[in-house]
């Protein structure tokens, strides 16, 4: 990867963080109110609200609150919540394993299950099977993330009853080893199916549409003139290939499932990422809504970045310095 391609990633940063430090506060409300209420601010004296504005770091100047905005993510310090009352990297490290586990899963699953499909209904171009998987597809697609969990959560969980209307695991319930494990599967079902069909469908149209365009390619044609088994092109030559779009996507995609994550959290009372984000902006906790974009954009940022590193390994006609 060339030096201009590291310093586009570096500006990308510095944006991110300036953005992050100054969206917050346009979000309409007083951080006071959301906290501690309209009657508390009204029994309060003055002294007290001022004093309170102290505390959070509001009475100072915008140019020396950035400042120290910036200090703070130098040495590791993100800030302190003033609507949970603790450390903003304590609440992001709890939450952020939550998030990694549903997200992480949703991107293997929809990634496996939309390529194959793809690969195959892309092989089978105009027959009833690819018919079929094209209209279920689209029609899937064109449903947002809160429909989709709205509609899982009330006809599995409310309906049916099969599975948790929130949380990660049964509380108090002192689970350990497989009864543990079987437990949180249990609560992450349903966010997970969720999210795995937002985008599942994305990754299966890609792949269809990729696989069409390789079926007409000169190579392609040239392995079936030499006899090589239907399975062997299918998969060795036009599935590998078909890997190359999806590899070069994945950035984009994570970034939509952590949007999707936000809703889908938020929906089904999981704590991650999202229902964390929620309640900062209920709360106006400007510190906790910075750390949460924040590392959530670093983490973007890094996957693509691994991206570029890896893709020329996949596709050798890619060299390093095209980067």
Known sequence: MGRKRIIDYLMALVIVISLNFF???????DPLLSIYGEDALITMTPEAKVELTRRMGLDKPLWEQFFNYLSG???GDLGYSYYFQGPVLDLLLGALPWTLLLTGLALIISTLIGFILGVESGWRKGRLADQGLLTGFMFLNGFPDLVIGLFLL???GVVLGLFPLGGAMTPYSQLTGVSLLLDVLHHLFLPLSALVLTEIASCYLLTRTTVVTLLEEPFILTARAKGIKPKNIRYRHVGRNSLL???TRTG???GRLFTGALFIETIFAYPGMGLLIYRAILGRDFPLIQGV???VAVVILLINFFVELIYPRIDPRVKNNAY
């Open 245 to 247: 779009p999806i590899v």
């Open 293 to 295: 974009f924040f590392l």
């Open 154 to 156: 009330l006809l599995f």
């Open 252 to 254: 984009v995609r994570l």
């Open 23 to 29: 969206l917050p506060r346009l979000l309409p409300g």
């Open 73 to 75: 993510i130098v040495k």
